[in-house]
T-cell receptor, first 113, second 117 residues
Framework: RKEVEQDPGPFNVPEGATVAFNCTYS??????FFWYRQDCRKEPKLLMSVYSSGNEDGRFTAQLNRASQYISLLIRDSKLSDSATYLC??????????????FGTGTLLAVQP | DTAVSQTPKYLVTQMGNDKSIKCEQNLGHDTMYWYKQDSKKFLKIMFSYNNKELIINETVPNRFSPKSPDKAHLNLHINSLELGDSAVYFC????????????????FGPGTRLTVT
């Protein structure tokens, strides 16, 4: 079983649609969680951290369910510029000032005009 | 200003050669990382250094040798390059999110696309 699993997609949605991505992780010792976005031939960029209480940043809402080891990302009112690969990322702390990020394989989103 | 920079951006070389990739961060972070992203786009950690000390070494062939001269720099030297080394190599550095103890955010460089022929 992969440590972090995501539906690879692609998700093809029209502009203005709401789209949800799901992710599950296998290591219950995981301490923190993130969604990263990666555009074609670019580096991953942090989209948002995911907190236990859930958090929202504009059109983006992230949820965490520790009991089910499940993370979600909701994008409302999709824009063409949202087209990218969305990476679910789980942090395994090594202690001190370092940590190890485990990346999912990503979900490809294509927003159509 | 570039936060995490890597050189070169593209590297094309032949099997058996030795090459280096350099990384620098101006964010004042203490921890730096090397990741490899293969042709299937899977991103996997290779090494992590905290304040010049090796912390994580993930089952990487010893042809790969990271070096950190100071906490702002982490270089990667690769000996005897093989076809399977072709990938995009990303450097990253981490910021501690103070309001969530233990939650760290990593910032990535633009990547070095290595092609071994």
């Amino acid at each position: 079983r992969k440590e972090v699993e995501q539906d690879p997609g692609p998700f093809n949605v029209p502009e203005g649609a709401t789209v949800a991505f799901n992710c599950t992780y296998s290591n219950s010792a995981s301490q923190s969680f993130f969604w990263y976005r990666q555009d074609c031939r670019k580096e991953p960029k942090l989209l948002m951290s995911v907190y236990s209480s859930g958090n929202e940043d504009g059109r983006f809402t992230a949820q965490l369910n520790r009991a089910s080891q499940y993370i979600s990302l909701l994008i409302r009112d999709s824009k063409l510029s949202d087209s990218a690969t969305y990476l679910c990322v789980v942090n395994l702390a090594y202690g001190g000032a370092t940590n190890k990020l485990i990346f999912g394989t990503g979900t490809l989103l294509a927003v159509q005009p | 200003d570039t936060a995490v920079s890597q050189t070169p951006k593209y590297l094309v070389t032949q099997m058996g050669n030795d090459k280096s990739i350099k990384c620098e961060q101006n964010l004042g972070h203490d921890t730096m990382y090397w990741y490899k992203q293969d042709s299937k786009k899977f991103l996997k950690i290779m090494f992590s250094y905290n304040n010049k000390e090796l912390i994580i070494n993930e089952t990487v062939p010893n042809r790969f040798s990271p070096k950190s001269p100071d906490k702002a720099h982490l270089n990667l030297h690769i000996n005897s390059l093989e076809l399977g080394d072709s990938a995009v190599y990303f450097c990253a550095s981490s910021l501690r999110v103070e309001r969530r103890q233990g939650a760290y955010e990593q910032y990535f460089g633009p990547g070095t696309r290595l092609t071994v022929t």
